[in-house]
């Protein structure tokens, strides 16, 4: 190689390596870090007087009678939700704080979900669930869930996911307004209903300590875990789908180990029953018993405190933000948790300032990507399949004589080849 050819090459080098380094200092700018700190002994006044003013401004506070209440947001987090038991409902934007809608079905309303956007909720009512628009209009009502306790949506299979008290588990299609299935579960009266946002695999909680591992696709579970001595409380899944965390009337939080083992990696014993979590973007568990809130970091360091108004009746972490709501028998409030959201998101997937004709398009996108309920399972078989295709592709393009026998050379004697 001559000198000059090495210049060039030099030069290139640096190039790139200029390139690289304003890149990451880019993304030192975007990628919130946590505080050093190992607990921010700070009152919440003080947090949102020293965050910035666009966190600050997500912080809502609101007192309403017919407690308690609860809330949900939708996965981009650029809506609310809040219900009670007795059946008044309302839905309401975190970036303007405009009301959508807000009314009363007269209904007992057991648990209520956004869909694929905030354009449409469903809401389980006494005897059966019901799918209402942004306006509080009633378009649906599903016959077929009937005394549904429990919902979940998973978005990228358009599936609405119900739990009754008799055993049963039923699998909606939203897009096609048919039963995808309809599992028997043995188990009456499951405690926690969730959704594993890495592969789409329903965790059941149950009285026994339990809890089972499901798939539209097969009748009987996949995998059951023994998790505590008494009924589970609380199951969240990080959004990576490793990591399992597990709350139960014995007094203990668990992290367990979802890939292979299904082992507690940590057990950490508590003074008093965990009645509600909720786990971040970035690792943050938050627990309630009361009015008493708390989070974790690393799921055993104390990283926050907080006293609600009263007890508490929901936990939910707000998607990309700092923010986290707390239900309560006297209306609805949110704190700052500085670094618990991710900043970062993917604008052609989950953007919180889509425009209306954005939302419309990503709506089609997803209907024409929707991945079949068949294919959900412990080991996505997606990246097998793209694996197995590039394999035999590579195989197909080599020549007539690469497979008869392996290349030859002057030392292939000496070594038996």
Known sequence: ????EIKENLKQFQKIAEENEGELKVLDILNQTLPSQNSLNKSQEYIQK????????????????????????????????????????????????????????????????????????????????FVYDNTGKELHAVRDLKNTKMLEFLPYHFLLVGATDAGFMNYFDTSTGEIASNIFIKDKNPTILKSNPANAIIHLGSNRGQVSLWAPSQKSYLMKVNCHKSAVSTIEIDRSGQK?????????????????????????????????TSLSQRGLLALAYSNKLIVLKNFEQIYLKHNAPDTISSLEFCNHEDILSIGHAKGICSIVVPGSGDPVYDS??????????????????????????????????????????????????????????????????????
């Open 244 to 276: 399992m965390v597990t709350t139960g009337l014995d007094n203990k939080l668990k992290v367990f180990d979802i890939r292979n083992t299904y082992s507690p990696l940590k057990t950490v014993q508590t003074k008093t029953n965990i009645h509600f």
């Open 50 to 129: 020293n965050v910035n003013l666009y966190t600050k401004e997500k912080v809502f506070s609101f007192n309403l009678e017919n407690g308690p209440y609860k809330g949900t947001y939708t996965q981009n987090g650029s809506h609310f939700m809040v219900y009670n038991k007795t059946g008044s409902i309302s839905s309401f934007s975190t970036q303007s704080f405009n009301l959508s809608f807000e009314s009363n079905v007269e209904d007992t309303i057991h648990d209520a979900r956004f869909l694929h956007n905030e354009q449409y909720m469903a809401v389980a009512q006494k005897d059966c669930v």
């Open 348 to 417: 052609k997937d989950i953007n919180p300032y889509m425009t209306k004709n954005e939302r419309q398009n990503l709506e089609v996108s997803r209907l024409l990507n929707k991945i079949p309920a068949d294919l959900i399972s412990l080991k996505p078989i997606l990246g097998e399949l793209a694996a197995t295709t590039q394999v035999a592709n590579e195989s197909h393009r080599r020549r007539y004589f690469e497979d008869e026998e392996p290349q030859r050379n002057a030392l292939s004697r000496f070594y038996g080849r």
């Open 1 to 4: 190689m001559s000198k000059r």
